[in-house]
Nanobody
Framework: QVQLVESGGDLVQPGGSLRLSCATS????????MAWYRQAPEKQRELVAHITNGGITNYAESAKGRFTISRDNAKNTVYLQMNSLKPEDTAAYYC?????????WGKGTQVTVSS
């Protein structure tokens, strides 16, 4: 059974930091590109960042310079370090695992940036 379980979401003040984690099981983690998406109320889900199985990263313009995606293949876990958070970063953040054969999603973790 494939599971992607996000954690680390919280209420944080503007300018603060959070580290999201996505622990996976049931997949050959090192064969998947891992990504973080987010969805704010009444908006479409959007890509935040992804990291290939070879460690190549890509970021949305809104995330560049503030967010860092990383992966630990030994722990089957992907992370998203988020710094200098803004109110517009408020959203549910979802973990995604994808390769040519399959795509999987986690259930999300809520990030709220507010004073």
């Amino acid at each position: 059974q494939v599971q992607l379980v996000e954690s680390g979401g919280d209420l944080v003040q503007p300018g603060g930091s959070l580290r999201l984690s996505c622990a996976t099981s049931g997949i050959r983690f090192n064969t998947y590109t891992m990504a973080w998406y987010r969805q704010a109320p009444e908006k479409q889900r959007e890509l935040v960042a992804h990291i290939t199985n070879g460690g190549i990263t890509n970021y949305a313009e809104s995330a560049k310079g503030r967010f860092t995606i990383s992966r630990d293949n030994a722990k089957n876990t992907v992370y998203l370090q988020m710094n200098s958070l803004k109110p517009e970063d408020t959203a549910a953040y979802y973990c995604n695992a994808a390769n040519l054969r399959a795509t999987y999603w986690g259930k999300g973790t809520q990030v709220t940036v507010s004073s």
